[in-house]
């Protein structure tokens, strides 16, 4: 997700216009008559200009999002625009951990899925390394696996495989596997809202909760529930959005 779109977004939720924000990271920074002006707000948004290191400290305390998620968003951006592969780039940061996890599926070895959930960003590059035979074990996994950790790794691994071919599988084990969904739910959540783990694991759970939110919500999960690239995510989003619907427009203005 674009870092200056998830700036947009958090704006709106706000209800701010761009001048508004520039005016509150004016007074954050120490200079109310300075820097970054609405001009600089816009570039950032429409994806002319990508916020330095200095903006991203003040935007995350402004907005109320993690420094780190900003800052990830900031360098995935940078990176697109010198024209690298987007696996590329994912491998770069995930390519170690992701070559041990295809070597173990490959060795139809579980355990080092079975440790800790793992990121959308080693999926994705774990997906790109996995054949047709480790397919059929983290299908096996994903169905039988002892543990839920096992099951939702081989998942995620699975919905990233490129041609999608897994997609109708993991939707089924999402649809009836609860701990699966749970575990997927607050993942995706906690990715593609900017929240940290235990807020997204809250959402998840009861998202009529945070129906102060469900405006801002809603608009992130419907970008989501296009991802291309991720069967999973787009199933979790789909179903944020239905239980969001009722909740969306009646967000305080």
Known sequence: MPIGQLIRDLRTLKHWTQAQLAEELAIYA??????PGRDAVKRWETGKVIPGKHWIGHL???LGVPAAQLAAEATLDRVNRRAFLGLSTLAVTHGALASEMAASIASRDPAPL??????HGADIV?????DKASAASLRRWMLDGDMSILRVNAAGILAKLPGQGQADQVARVLAHDEEVRHLYLTAVTSRVCAVDWTTAGRIASRPASYHHRADFLATRFAKE????RDSGARWCSSVMLQELSPMIGRSPA
């Open 126 to 130: 774990t997906a790109s390394l996995t």
């Open 114 to 119: 079975a440790r800790v959930q793992t990121t």
């Open 30 to 35: 120490g200079d109310p008559t300075g820097a």
């Open 60 to 62: 995350s305390r402004v």
């Open 225 to 228: 529930a296009l991802n291309p």
